[in-house]
């Protein structure tokens, strides 16, 4: 695959920060993206709308609309899922992007922030892709796409916050099984995660409140995310699948080695993000 020109994305949570990204690089090729996702109405502190990012998606290039879903309901996934296909003739990709996120240790997880991680991280992974799988056998070059982290079973990565821990890798573990499921009918199933600190509004919000520059000088760009996504999604589906990516090692692969572009401040120095190790992510593409 050259582009996704006409191809059909199916994308959990992309109003804002890196689904969004992914969405406009898609969108750029002229492929049609629907935005699954809550936010139809503005947020009091974060940016755009379904509405808003579909009109944003259009003016990139591509055909775009929002529907209101949230994917802890298996009923509003399975609408989503048939307006699509009656909007734009099938799936082609899916991508599960909608995450939930709280950095608290055990004694200070309160069960209902569990709850919240585990619905929209690893079941809405599990039910969306289930959801769509019906679409894709159908589609030439059919692809899933999970934003989870390598699976990696060391205990640092779990110490400071199991809960959200197995809720991300959660994610991963969709791919590590769906992927091998899934190759008979020549669905890839690959995960992709950032090596370095995203700057996104989650970022700013948990992580950079107490920053002054609200930890920009310690992130990348969103866009990173969005070229990485894009080389996965053109790959040969018959071919890559089963990987755990990062970002940067995803675009050194491709032929590109020179990442200062994506810095969020020229002189920014990305902090290392959580569940990634060196070396982690390496791949060969096709």
Same mark, same amino acid.
């Given at each position: 695959m050259?582009?996704?020109? +006409?191809?059909? /994305?199916?994308?959990?949570?992309? &109003?804002?920060? =890196?689904?969004?990204?992914?969405?406009? #690089?898609?969108?750029? %090729? +002229?492929?049609? =993206?629907?935005?699954?996702? #809550?936010?139809?109405?503005?947020?009091? &502190? /974060?940016? +755009?709308t379904i509405h808003t990012a579909a009109e944003e998606l259009k003016k990139a290039g591509g055909d775009a609309i929002g529907i209101k879903t949230d994917i802890r309901f298996e %009923?509003?996934?399975?609408?989503?899922?048939?307006?699509?296909?009656? =909007?734009?003739g099938g799936i082609d990709i899916c991508v599960n992007n909608a995450s939930a996120i709280n950095l608290s240790s055990t004694l200070h997880t309160e069960m209902k922030r569990y709850d919240l991680m585990h619905n929209i991280n690893t079941r809405g992974t599990f039910l969306v892709s289930k959801t769509c799988i019906p679409? /894709? #056998?159908?589609a030439e070059n059919p692809h =899933?796409?999970?934003?989870?982290?390598? /699976?990696?079973?060391?205990? #640092?990565?779990f110490k400071p916050h199991v809960a959200y821990t197995m809720a991300k890798y959660g994610m991963s573990m969709c791919t590590l099984g769906m992927s091998e499921e899934l190759k008979t009918f020549g669905i890839a199933v690959n995960s992709l995660w950032p090596r370095t600190m995203i700057d996104t509004s989650a970022?700013?919000?948990?992580?950079?409140? &107490?920053?002054? %520059?609200? +930890?920009?000088?310690?992130?990348?760009?969103?866009?990173?995310?969005g070229d990485a996504a894009y080389i996965i999604l053109t790959q040969d589906s018959k071919k890559f699948t089963g990987n755990m990516c990062v970002d940067d090692s995803t675009i050194i692969a491709s032929g590109k080695n020179n990442l200062d572009e994506y810095l969020a401040t020229p002189d920014a120095k990305p902090l290392e993000d959580f569940f990634v190790d060196d070396g982690d992510g390496e791949i060969e593409l096709f």
């Open positions: 050259k582009n996704l020109s +006409g191809k059909t /994305l199916f994308i959990t949570g992309a &109003t804002r920060g =890196i689904g969004f990204e992914i969405a406009k #690089k898609a969108a750029k %090729d +002229g492929a049609n =993206i629907v935005i699954a996702a #809550k936010t139809d109405t503005p947020h009091p &502190t /974060l940016p +755009g %009923d509003q996934v399975n609408e989503a899922v048939e307006q699509t296909v009656k =909007i734009f679409h /894709l #056998k159908k =899933i796409l999970n934003l989870g982290p390598p /699976l990696n079973m060391a205990s #640092k990565w970022v700013r919000n948990i992580l950079g409140a &107490t920053l002054p %520059d609200k +930890g920009l000088s310690q992130c990348r760009k969103p866009e990173i995310m």
